[in-house]
């Protein structure tokens, strides 16, 4: 682990991930609960994991979160959604509000992913490494396809008013779809994709590593362990449902897109029963592209969609765009409401990116996450959903 240089150039971009690999059949598909332990409920459907059941559980990590977590100041925005009767999930998509303006982060690329430290106030950003700068041990600067196809990317950690309170690089590691943060005491933990594929760039495995600000971190370093739950798979991204100690693995495997959801102390001890497995062609379509997910609850959720095009093409501002959040019942694999994003249709370019849940304040949130073209580089923009 080494030291980066001083901040770097501006500049920089990344086309979407497109949807590939997904399910022609677009039919459920849950494999049999083999998972024993701390879920084994959750998996036989005797005991539904219902948001009741959820926060009753974590009722500490939900008391703490309202005295000393996070205060987001929750604003609603041009364009909220108005369709009262859509419920996705367990969120109802009526109550779109802005979380965090248009913020920049510490590199000029568009997000990727973003998660929640709720019990800090912080929220953690992926995004791959701009072109033009060159990092303590590199003899010459990258450009935007080499950082791309060789999975590096960085971290930045945001206070909720969108101050930049520290970074880190990530090199080697994947392209960020989605993300975990755990924080523990004194030290906080990433869960990211690691050991890139050498031609796509994304992730491989699942790696668990400290945050440490100013840091180079290699995905090859001896002091990364990887997590391999399913050998094989390509595309791999983690995220994690805390209340819930769970982690989700979306990863395509012989062409198809899945959902596998694992117990975390399991998980961390290298056992890899998943207590489900499911399909993502339920809810992603063949043609859209994939940008994210989270765990909650009894509900996996799914972010799909593109930036706007020019007038003349297939998503223009118009149109309102073709952002999706889908929901798929973990405890059967079928779908469980989608709806069409409408919030906050002037954006600038208007790209979704990222998809994740918020507990603070004991109150759950679903947030989607929107790279937004400022005019020399690509900003995170948050909304969000209640229950």
């Avoid at 959604?81 to 920049?104: K, N």
């Amino acid at each position: 682990m080494s030291t980066a240089d001083a901040r770097p150039p501006r500049g920089g971009g990344r086309p979407p991930f497109c949807g590939a690999g997904r399910d022609p059949q677009r039919g459920p598909a849950l494999n049999p609960p083999v998972r024993a332990g701390r879920i084994r409920s959750m998996a036989d459907g005797k005991t539904p994991f219902s948001r009741r059941t959820l926060l009753f559980a974590g009722g500490a990590v939900a008391a703490g979160l309202t005295t000393s977590g996070l205060s987001w100041a929750l604003r609603a925005g041009a364009g909220e959604q108005d369709d009262s009767r859509t419920v996705v999930g367990e969120f109802d998509m009526s109550t779109g509000a802005e979380l965090l303006a248009s913020t920049p982060l510490f590199n000029t690329t568009g997000p990727q992913s973003f998660a929640f430290d709720d019990t800090n106030g912080q929220v953690y950003t992926l995004q791959t490494v701009q072109a033009g700068i060159r990092l303590d041990d590199e003899e010459d600067a990258v450009d935007s396809g080499g950082r791309k196809t060789s999975g590096d990317m960085c971290l930045t950690r945001l206070s909720s008013s969108g101050k930049t309170l520290g970074h880190m690089y990530l090199r080697g590691f994947g392209h960020g779809i989605s993300c975990g943060v755990e924080p523990t005491g004194q030290r906080t933990y990433i869960w990211v994709e690691g050991r890139a594929d050498a031609e796509s760039g994304y992730g491989r495995t699942v790696v668990r590593v400290p945050f440490k600000d100013g840091s180079v971190l290699d995905s090859s370093d001896e002091s990364v362990h990887h997590f391999d739950p399913v050998p094989g798979s390509t595309d791999v991204s983690p995220a994690l449902d805390l209340p819930g100690e769970r982690v989700l693995v979306s990863h395509e495997e012989e062409g198809v897109h899945r959902f596998s959801v694992y117990g975390m102390a399991d998980f961390l001890t290298g056992s890899f029963n998943p207590a489900q497995v499911i399909k993502a062609g339920v809810q992603v379509q063949e043609e859209e592209w994939f940008q994210g997910c989270a765990l909650y609850g009894d509900f996996v959720y799914v972010l799909t969609g593109n930036p706007y095009t020019g007038q003349n093409g297939d998503n223009p501002r118009k149109s309102g765009g073709n952002t999706y959040v889908s929901a798929i019942d973990v405890r059967t694999g079928k779908a469980q409401g989608r709806h069409l994003v409408t919030v906050a249709p002037d954006l600038a370019y208007r790209e979704p990116e990222g998809i994740a849940v918020s507990l603070a304040g004991g109150r759950p949130a679903l947030c989607v996450g929107f790279s937004v073209k400022a005019k020399d580089r690509r900003e995170l923009a948050l909304y969000r959903y209640t229950l």
